[in-house]
């Protein structure tokens, strides 16, 4: 395997944008390939069988394009697809979760741990499953927040709109205890300090994406997949590919990430 090759990273659209920030922070050195499946956004609402089919698609697709491993940087699919995904391809692949649950784990002090997430995300109860798997001392608690990945997308970030919502999902995770909350969902980091401030100073909050980098930087340096190469522009080392709405996709981008983005590609995976 080529050690300057790609990483593959995707999500159900601009959400792991989150992730791939992280990775650019945390390995400068390695070249990333995006794929956000734009045109098939919420992945948070579909069956498991479903998210199946799109995550098989879009690693055909990052293989294609060379990556010598893979981040799903979506908690829905990686709740549902990773191991799949393991068993099916040939190439190392991690998703969020693990690293998120992991972090979660070292965090707490008195053993009780929240999650929010999408729909698909907190009924799979894959987050319990990997936590448990931890510590099984460990008692978690968790929410569905549905509403706040479209404020996200529409911008409502600072909005009072927004901490009425907020506040509304998260009234019942306040009488439960928890020191320790995992914003298991690629947009509720964006949301940060509104959900800080709602569930106050005695939680702290885990995103599972910075995790996430640290884990994809150990595991390349464990197989020798680490680039040594100085790091070249950031137009030359990332690309972006959307299936819809390639526009709005920058625009979001470039309000999340330091650079200006290069120019996105439209492609269709589902051939
Ligand atoms: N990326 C998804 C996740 O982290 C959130 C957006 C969606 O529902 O597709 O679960």
Redesign the pocket.
Known sequence: MNIEAPIGVF???V??LTVAREIMQQIPNERIVYFGDTAR?????KSKETIIKYSKQIIRFLQNEGVKAIVIA???ASAFALEEMRREFDIPIIGVINSGARAASYTTKNGKVGII??E??INSGMYNEVLKGINPKLEVVTKACPLF?PLVEEGFVDDPITTEVVKRYLEELKDKDIDTLILG???YPLLRETIAKVMGPGVQLVNPAYETALELKNLLLNKNLANKKETEERSKMYKFYVSDAAKKFERFADSILPFEIPKTKQISVDE
């Open positions: 999500d159900s659209g959400g792991g956004v919420p992945y948070g609402s979506c908690n829905t997430g999408t698909g995300t990945v969902c690629t947009h």
